[in-house]
């Protein structure tokens, strides 16, 4: 998971890859729209701090809901938001095999 290495919690080289070390605070980091969260990516996520929001969420809370809520995590005490979009998101079809 690319984002363990910025949280510092991966190899040393990947993990160096900012100056700033973690590059990225669990306690400011979200993830929407979760599908496959194995058991090993699922404990580390808790223990990390990071905010994460399932398929289910966004259908109990609704997507405003869910946003909102995320936007004001990953604005704590930052300078910035980076947003990374999968495009399986967009379009289902385009999803890889696994």
Do not use: K, Q
């Not at 929407?32 to 966004?58: C, G, H, K, N, Q």
């Not at 809520?69 to 095999?97: K, N």
């Amino acid at each position: 998971m690319p984002l363990a290495h910025l949280l510092e919690h991966g190899d040393d080289g990947l993990s160096s890859i900012s100056p700033a070390r973690p590059a990225v605070h669990g306690s400011s980091t979200a993830l929407i729209d979760l599908r496959d969260v194995d058991p090993p990516e699922r404990e580390p996520l808790a223990a990390w701090d990071v905010t994460a929001y399932t398929m289910r969420s966004i259908d109990e809370c609704g997507l405003a809901a869910v946003m909102r809520d995320a936007l004001s995590v990953v604005g704590r005490e930052t300078a910035g938001i980076y947003v990374s979009l999968d495009m399986d998101l967009l379009d289902p079809s385009r999803r890889r095999a696994s």
